[in-house]
């Protein structure tokens, strides 16, 4: 796993601090599953425009 550096809103900031106290989950973990979702849900869009270019 890679470390990367990225900017974010400062009600995503708040949002994602609010859930890892809800949940006890690290906010890493909270962006990663973001991440995933949002790859998932993406990924046939994703792969149709890499075809396309």
Do not use: S
């Given at each position: 796993m890679k470390r990367k550096n990225y900017h974010i809103r400062e009600d995503q900031i708040a949002f994602i601090d609010s859930h890892s106290d809800d949940t006890g989950l690290k906010k890493s973990e909270i962006i990663?599953?973001?991440?995933d979702l949002y790859?998932?849900?993406n990924k046939k869009k994703t792969t149709n425009h890499?075809?396309?270019t």
């Open positions: 990663r599953q973001a991440i790859i998932k849900t890499e075809k396309a």
